[in-house]
């Protein structure tokens, strides 16, 4: 593919260093965070520095420079706060330090420092739904026992029953399960219950008790001093819960997730709490974002959490939930910038992220929701992978890219069940929680594993990488014009050079063919065939980027995307 190589060059490598705390860029434009293309890296998967097997802050800070190239604006860091790991780190004992497993407070300053003086903005995670199990607060509730005012701060409750023998209420949780564990009396006897929305391990935080408010804007403090330049918020709809903890009189409850505002998901009152940190954020200098991963059952729903008083942006998971189907993506393309107009806020898209099965794999299986445990058809998985990312990169908004797809990474669908660490595979029996297939470390050079992901050919990762990943590497695929690495990077170049095409919050769609869809934005024309045949379309302009190899003039290839300069 001629145009990738050509674009390469054009990377934006000499960008400014961004501004720090004190002193904002000269002629910075606001509102960067409307347009940017922001990077998840999941700290454990993606660099190995120390070469203990487990991703660390200096591993990233290394890697900084691939995300420079690539063509980022921005990284967010999936959480590297002191944790037990029952959750991989989204069980915080403490959210003002780093787990010794990732490095150390001053690794994560330099990480910030350095990725700001690359011209790429930093994102971490806020996790302020539940704890860990072994957070001070919580372990010393269990200390004090019934009565005790840290007990406040969590959803400590009698059981039902005679003797208290049953859970407080019907909820289940989202990794299986009763959502609620009984805990010991400090004399040994059977005690009150603790919701846990998620693991045992995660308790939820009461958000009726001050000392948690409290808590979270001095650990948004925290880390604003630091440097960051915002927060995604993990399970954003869920701090507040309906008052009493009503039963939700329903079995499957999972299935109801999503589809309906829940008595533990988004209640109306979480948006009080999202204002008051605004405020906290508005600040401090360099426009500080939050970014809510808010799971509700409409794209207006969503809206609400990014209201002009509220926080930035907001993932759009109805978009990452739709198959590659011309009519489904119109229609959710539709509505979210419809949903988002009306109170001002970017509409986002995101194709894959730690907690779904990867996008390559998705679309070479048939619809089937996003924990899938088949591999699928893996060449035209891949192929309609790239297609998917050229449409998303042409949308008005921001985009989320997560770690790995630059490289058409797959799900891995066999990772054998010892060597499997996502909580929800066990509590859910192996019937869903297949998240460890999208985690598996990243390859970056190299015929051994892991793969440079480590510093040692033969040394260990901690989940085992397949053998093709070889010719997946960072290292194969640059240079290779029909690479899918090659391929991002010449999309976010010229994403880089036509501003109009993250920019604003309209498509003009043109009319097409079944299962083809094309739009205007400017002078840019992007045409999406979703069919597994070619179809003929003529655009009277410059071929700019395609994501399909079998290319010829007056034919968009099956299951491709094209952009046009016209
Ligand atoms: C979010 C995270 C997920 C985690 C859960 C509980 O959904 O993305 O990885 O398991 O919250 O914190």
Redesign the pocket.
Known sequence: MTQASSTRSAADTSRPALATADTPAAGEPRGWWRDAVIYQVYPRSFADANGDGMGDLPGIRSRLPHLRDLGVDAVWLSPFYASPQA??G?DVADYRAVDPMFGTLLDADALIRDAHALGLRIIVDL?P??SSNQHEWFQRALREGPGSPLRDRYHFRAGRGTAGELPPNDWESIFGGPAWTRTENPDGTPGEWYLHL?APE?PDFNWESPAVADEFRSILRFWLDMGVDGFRV??AHGLVKAPGLPDLGAHDQLKLLGNDVMPFFDQDGVHQIYRAWRKILDEYPGERILVA?AWTPTVERTANYVRPDEMHQAFNFQYLSTYWDATALRQVIDASLDAMRPVGAPTTWVLSN??VTRHATRFGNPPGGTQLRTAGDRELGLRRARAATLLMLALPGSAYLYQGEELGLPDVTDLPDEVRQDPSYFRASGQDGFRDGCRVPIPWSGSAAPYGFGPTAGGPSWLPQPAEWASLSVEAQTGDPASTLELYRSALAIRRRQPELGAGDRVEWLDTPPGVLMFRRGDFVCAVNTTGQPVELTVAGTLLLSSAEDRQPGVLPADSTSWWAV
């Open positions: 959750d991989a989204y996790v739904n539940h998620f995660q993990d399970v991963e730690h907690d």
